[in-house]
């Protein structure tokens, strides 16, 4: 019994080894380059650690990387598959497919990749999301436009990471920036959403053996797609116990999982990240939802507040292994709830001359810290929303404090941090 990896991410924040210790089977990684030079990670010399592991340049290729799964897949005998990476998704439940292996299929994964698939079986269930189209051509966008006004969201029905979302706020910048995507023959690959105003929350948490044992909902401080031009420290907080969002938060994302997942199906083991709008005027409206543990360290924040790793249970989980701190969840009891608050505190890469760092922090409530550049490297710009300069998860007994030292940390981290024009 195997279990192959396809991993395009760096190393460090998934140590597959320790999650997976009591894992008596092969464990074979499939990894991309490119995403450990991002990183600044060194590149692995030998297995790493695992029974196998190679190397692709990238995982742009995705003919690419299925021939090779497949080839790894008949040579070690594999019977599991993971992907924590939302590009990566899609690929496992293919091979799945394949292989006749057990976990999610590709029509499984689909209301979860594909944007506009997934808004439409929400609209079907009573769920509030974007007004939305998928424009072919440059006058479909334009007559959306009409219609609905500004701003409006473009980008890509199955994207990530806030890659390549523009923000389009005037018929011109629309017109402009659409006959450019949209020149050419008809293409169906884009999704055009209505902005819609608010704080950006967000629910994470666990499927096991069909039923959600572990949820819990957070908010953001900062806009995702600012990623770019955003030189200050990005605060993401959880929300208290009785904060009056949390309940309303965990109700619409259990009915979201509903809508599109089938309860009997292959999908039982699995982690999820939900985004969900809170507007002005108290309406919940959601922007997306992915079948996969949530990115930056959300992962780790779920250790602050359940003392566990979020990636790693849900590593567990798909392979069927014990859960030990979500047993009485298991049973079909009370989820477990969150002994302290936590949030994470995270600074953008910028292009230039990394000239000053933040110092590591040493207060007793700062579970982790990390810093992705050294004094004298030339960094370039941030490639997505999670290409991180430096960032810390912190702990506290209630939401007010925690995100108190939050933003203490963030703005010595400014202070700290000088980037200047590369020479």
């Not at 990183?39 to 742009?60: A, K, R």
């Not at 199955?158 to 706020?169: D, E, H, Q, T, Y």
């Not at 044992?213 to 907080?237: E, F, M, N, T």
């Not at 009915?255 to 969900?276: C, K, N, S, T, Y």
């Amino acid at each position: 019994m195997s279990l192959l990896i396809l991993h395009r991410n760096p190393f460090e924040p998934f140590p597959y080894q320790s999650w997976l210790s009591d894992y008596t089977g092969a464990v074979v990684v499939l990894a991309a380059r490119d995403r450990l030079r991002i990183s600044g990670e060194p590149i692995p010399t030998g297995n790493h650690g695992f029974t196998h592991l190679e190397m692709l340049d990238d995982f742009e290729d995705e003919e690419q990387v299925r021939g090779r799964a497949l080839k790894l897949a008949d040579e070690f005998g594999v019977r599991h598959v993971l992907a924590f990476h939302e590009g990566d998704v899609t690929i496992a439940a293919w091979l799945r497919e394949a292989l006749g292996l057990a976990g999610a299929w590709t029509a499984e994964v689909q209301p979860f990749r594909d944007k506009a698939l997934m808004k439409e079986r929400l609209e079907k269930a009573g769920v509030e999301v974007a007004r939305y189209t998928v424009p072919q051509n440059a006058q479909e966008a334009l007559d959306f436009a009409d219609l609905h006004g500004f701003p409006l969201v473009l980008k890509d029905r199955a994207g990530f990471n806030s890659i390549g979302l523009r923000i389009l706020r005037d018929r011109e910048e629309l017109r402009a920036h659409t006959e450019r995507v949209l020149a050419g023959a008809p293409r169906d690959d884009l999704i055009l959403e209505s902005f819609v105003p608010g704080r950006m929350c967000h629910v994470d948490g666990l499927v096991a053996q069909g039923r959600t044992v572990l949820a819990w909902p957070s908010q953001y401080q900062y806009d995702l797609a600012s990623y770019g031009s955003d030189p200050g420290a990005r605060i993401d907080l959880t929300l208290d116990p009785d904060d009056p969002l949390t309940e309303r938060l965990l109700t619409l994302t259990n009915r979201v999982l509903a809508a599109l997942r089938d309860p009997g199906g292959r999908m039982q083991d699995f982690g999820f990240h939900a985004e969900i709008f809170h507007t002005p005027d108290d309406r919940l409206v959601l922007c997306e939802i992915a079948c996969r543990p949530g990115g930056a360290k959300v992962r780790e924040v779920f250790h602050a507040m359940f003392g566990f790793n979020l990636g790693a249970y849900a590593a567990r989980a798909s392979l069927g292994l014990p859960l030990p701190l979500l047993e009485q969840s298991l049973r079909g009891g009370v989820r477990p709830r969150p002994h302290s608050m936590a949030g994470q505190v995270l600074m953008m890469k910028r292009p230039g001359l990394l000239r000053s760092v933040p110092a590591v922090p040493d207060e007793p409530w700062v579970e982790h810290f990390w810093l992705y550049g050294e004094a004298g490297q030339v960094i370039p710009p941030a490639f997505g929303s999670s290409d991180f300069l430096t960032c810390a998860v912190a702990s506290a007994p209630t939401r007010t404090e925690c995100e108190r030292r939050l933003r203490e940390l963030g703005a010595r981290f400014e202070a700290q941090t000088e980037i200047t024009v590369a020479p």
